[in-house]
């Protein structure tokens, strides 16, 4: 009998846990990529370490500084023979940055002799996009002698086919197009490439002492690291733009080459757009695209809006950080309030770019 009436309470019990076990599996089942992320993210500290060179030089420059032999041993470099004879190359994957593009070229202009720059009517990912140079190439005037542009049709992802693989075409077809022009090059000149995305913006004065300068075959550049403006600043972990003294087995690349690692030379602004629906292209377009997870409420502008206003991470992860120090200070960024150490094209048009200085959160729809 005692049975009996303790089996309505059972039932009182068991009901809501069931439908609260339904509940939770349905939300793992749903959010899987999610919750994969955020336990590896989270965890990361514990069982990885920063990849990346880690043989850092000190960097010496200030204002005015006379870039010569002095500069050249202060680094420890000896001065560059037949300085003379010395070509320098900046090729850049072309998607949509148009601003920090024009800010890239200004700020190289007078260390650069050749742009380099390839585009494609296509994402990674294989979506339709605008050929974003060739519709504004006018913008882009002053520099017209010194551009060589492709184009390379674009194409949708073929079964098996990943953003990765279209990555890789697009970069052996910028080795292919250095490769046919450095060959019409006199036999003494020496050449340096410039590789980095158009978001990594070497500073000047840092190409122009690694012209003067014999640095070796190759080098990776230290960037201070932005997200969304110049206001939100993460700290100085991006390393993968690098500098090479071209032979014929060089390749353009977007990884590690070598150990050293010039400190604090230029800047690194991610997800630096002047528009929202740019921001939609790129998240859907980059070979980490896989990072919206089925989640289209991330592709809302009114949530990107407010992201970018808060310093947020824009897929809604955490931070990809190596320390527990690292991963809570980026959890909560501080705004600056200093333009000051910037592109110096930037800050002379302040109006025109307001949208990547402090205080200049809102985008365009």
């Given at each position: ?40 993210y ?36 000896k001065?560059?023979e ?19 593009l ?68 697009t ?40 012209k ?21 600043f ?38 630096c ?40 991470d ?40 307001r ?11």
């Amino acid at each position: 009998m005692a049975f009996l009436l303790r089996r309505p309470k059972l039932k009182l019990i068991l009901i809501p846990a069931i439908l609260f076990a339904i509940i939770v599996l349905h939300y793992i089942i749903q959010n899987t990529y999610q919750i994969k992320n955020t336990l590896s993210y989270a965890t990361r500290p514990i069982w990885d370490a920063a990849s990346g060179p880690k043989d850092i030089i000190p960097h010496y420059y200030a204002e005015g500084m006379k870039i010569d032999l002095h500069a050249c041993q202060l680094h420890q470099w000896k001065e560059r023979e037949g300085k003379d004879r010395v070509k320098v190359l900046d090729a850049v994957l072309m998607s949509s940055e148009l601003d920090l593009l024009e800010i890239r070229m200004n700020e190289l202009d007078s260390v650069v002799d050749k742009f380099f720059i390839i585009e494609s009517n296509t994402t990674f990912t294989g979506l339709s996009k605008d050929t974003y140079f060739a519709n504004n190439r006018k913008r882009f005037a002053t520099f017209e002698e010194k551009i060589i542009y492709t184009f390379l049709p674009g194409y949708p992802l073929r079964p098996g086919q990943s953003a990765w693989d279209v990555e890789a075409f697009t970069r052996d077809s910028m080795t292919e197009m250095l490769r046919s022009h450095i060959r019409d090059f006199p036999s003494d000149t020496k050449t340096i490439v410039l590789m980095s995305d158009i978001d990594e913006i070497p500073a000047s004065h840092t190409i122009a002492l690694l012209k003067a300068c014999d640095f070796g075959t190759s080098i990776h550049l230290q960037l201070r690291n932005f997200l969304y403006s110049f206001e939100w600043f993460l700290d100085l972990s991006s390393w993968r733009a690098s500098v090479h003294l071209w032979r014929p087995n060089t390749i353009y690349r977007h990884s590690q080459t070598g150990d050293r690692l010039l400190a604090d030379s230029g800047w690194h602004c991610s997800y630096c757009f002047r528009t929202i629906p740019e921001y939609i292209v790129k998240m859907k377009g980059f070979s980490h695209s896989d990072r919206i997870g089925g989640r289209a409420k991330l592709l809302e502008p009114k949530r990107i809006q407010e992201t970018i206003c808060r310093g947020k991470d824009i897929f809604d992860m955490l931070p990809e950080a190596y320390s527990y120090l690292d991963l809570l200070s980026q959890m909560s960024l501080e705004p600056l309030t200093s333009a000051v150490g910037l592109p110096r094209f930037l800050v002379e048009n302040a109006e025109k770019f307001r949208f990547l200085l402090p205080g200049g959160c809102r985008r365009e729809s």
